[in-house]
């Protein structure tokens, strides 16, 4: 099996009431889970880096909206939308 590296992504979506549609297709394809309502873990290829993912998503945004994507490396969560340990 790949191996495989989990990702952090958030965003500020800064145009209220446009169709982000892409953006949360984008991440899912990505092998991504919503955590928070503006937080997602992705799942990628271990060669991938936060900048690469953010470019690849950058592509779906606005210019005014704010992206960060960081690496995963130690977590824990309580509540959150998506059971963690099944991404890891």
């Known amino acids: 099996m790949k191996s495989m590296k989990l990702f952090l992504v958030g965003y500020d979506l ?3 009431g446009r169709d982000y549609s892409t953006l949360y ?3 899912e394809a990505l ?3 919503r955590v928070l309502f503006s937080q997602w873990v ?3 290829s271990s060669n991938e880096t936060a900048a690469r993912v ?3 998503l ?3 945004m606005d210019t005014n909206d ?3 994507v960081n690496d995963f490396y130690d977590w ?3 509540n959150a939308l998506f059971d963690l340990s099944k991404a890891a």
Do not use: E, K, Q, W
């Open 54 to 56: 953010r470019d690849h």
């Open 31 to 33: 092998g991504g889970h």
């Open 76 to 78: 824990a969560a309580y």
């Open 42 to 44: 992705v799942r990628v």
């Open 25 to 27: 297709t984008a991440l």
């Open 66 to 68: 704010r992206i960060l």
């Open 14 to 16: 800064m145009s209220p």
């Open 58 to 60: 950058r592509r779906y």
